[in-house]
C-alpha cells in the first residue's frame, strides 16, 4: 500500500506561479511512477505529467513549456512546477503513483486560476 498526500494548491491570477507538492509513504520502493493528474469540472480526469523512477517525463501539449514535473526518491516526493497559468488550468489536481501494477491516488488539491 501507498499513501499519497499533496499540497500547495489554491487561488492564483492568471500568469502567475504555484508549487504542487506530494508525499508518499508506505511500500514507497515499489514505486515505478509517479505523476499529477488533474480534473476540471465536467470533464474527465486527464493526465499532466509522469516521472518514471529513471527520471523521465512526459507532458500533456497544454501544459508543455510551462509546466515541470520532479521528484526527490530520497524524501520520497514529487513536485509540480506551474508557471504561466491560465484559467483552463482550473482544476483538482491528483498525485498519482504506480506500484506493484497497481494505481494509488492522493485525495487532491484544488488550483484555482482566476482574477
Known amino acids: 500500500q501507498v499513501h499519497l498526500v499533496e499540497s500547495g494548491g489554491g487561488l492564483v491570477q492568471p500568469g502567475g506561479s504555484l508549487r504542487l507538492s506530494c508525499a508518499a509513504s508506505?511500500?514507497?520502493?515499489?514505486?515505478?511512477?509517479m505523476g499529477w493528474y488533474r480534473q476540471a469540472p465536467g470533464k474527465e480526469r486527464e493526465s499532466v505529467a509522469t516521472i518514471t523512477s529513471g527520471g523521465s517525463t512526459n507532458y500533456a501539449d497544454s501544459v508543455k513549456g510551462r509546466f515541470t514535473i520532479s521528484r526527490d526518491n530520497a524524501k520520497k516526493m514529487v513536485y509540480l512546477q506551474m508557471n504561466s497559468l491560465k484559467p483552463e488550468d482550473t482544476a483538482v489536481y491528483y498525485c498519482?503513483?504506480?506500484?506493484?501494477?497497481?494505481?494509488?491516488w492522493g485525495q487532491g488539491t484544488q488550483v484555482t486560476v482566476s482574477l
Open positions: 508506505g511500500s514507497t520502493s515499489s514505486i515505478v511512477a
Open positions: 498519482n503513483c504506480i506500484s506493484s501494477w497497481r494505481h494509488y
